[in-house]
């Protein structure tokens, strides 16, 4: 089974400043790497596909890079409605497990 | 636009069965295929099961299987998930949520519902 790692689990800025959320597979995933936002009480929202693909609608601040078993992603400038837990997904064929990792949650300092 | 509203939660005994189902609306259904994702209280996303649009592909993560019986039925625009023998451990939010790509089974998805809660205690 893939585990996926993400890190930190909490990672603590302020409006303005730059996040790097960091995202570890436990094998190689080519770019088959997924991102998603999530707030309390809603749906993930999808930000980024195959590793590097902003969704439709998802601001130019967000980007996502990585290949292999390490991937990331970038928010440039953080704005208030960006406060929320992040997760990772890998879509890897086989064996048909799409599994998350544990999410970020990125907090207002 | 696209809507998928997930109904049939609610509190159940541990060993007994219920059926959720999602009503999608908004988008071709029968051209898309279509997941299960749960999130315990307090806890991160699980991957729960996906079904190809034609009911050709079937996956289960590996805590559901045997247990969970996901299917379809493209005339009534609808996604059920039938759970059975549940746990404690099963309970969680359920969301459906609709594949990213049209035919093929792309593995993440762009929409999801708001989902319905099952708790399973005694």
């Known amino acids: 089974e893939i585990v996926l790692t993400q890190s930190p689990a909490t990672l603590s800025l302020s409006p303005g400043e730059r996040a790097t959320l960091s995202c570890r597979a436990s094998?190689?995933?080519?770019?088959?790497l997924t991102w998603y936002q999530q707030k309390p009480g809603q749906a993930p929202r999808l930000l980024i596909y195959?590793?590097?693909y902003r969704a439709t609608g998802i601001p130019a601040r967000f980007s996502g890079s990585g290949s292999g078993t390490d991937f990331t992603l970038t928010i440039s400038s953080l704005e208030p409605e960006d406060f929320a837990v992040y997760y990772c997904?890998?879509?890897?064929?086989?064996?048909?497990?799409?599994?998350f990792g544990q999410g970020t949650k990125l907090e207002i300092k | 636009q696209v809507q998928l509203v997930e109904s049939g939660g609610g509190v159940v005994q541990p060993g007994r069965s219920l059926r959720l189902s999602c009503a999608a609306s908004?988008?071709?259904?029968?051209?898309?295929?279509m997941h299960w994702v749960r999130q315990a209280p307090g806890k991160g996303l699980e991957w729960v099961a996906v079904?190809?649009?034609?009911?050709?592909?079937?996956y289960y993560a590996d805590s559901v299987k045997g247990r969970f019986t996901i299917s379809r039925d493209n005339s009534k625009n609808t996604l059920y998930l039938q759970m059975n023998s549940l746990r404690a451990e099963d309970t969680a939010v359920y969301y459906c949520?609709?594949?990213?790509?049209?035919?093929?089974?792309?593995?993440?998805?762009?929409?999801g519902g708001q989902g319905t809660l099952v708790t399973v205690s005694s």
């Open positions: 079904i190809s649009y034609d009911e050709d592909n079937i």
């Open positions: 949520a609709k594949d990213m790509e049209e035919i093929a089974v792309a593995g993440f998805f762009d929409v």
């Open positions: 195959d590793a590097s």
């Open positions: 094998q190689s995933l080519s770019n088959f």
């Open positions: 997904q890998q879509r890897t064929n086989w064996p048909y497990r799409y599994t």
């Open positions: 908004g988008f071709t259904f029968s051209r898309y295929g």
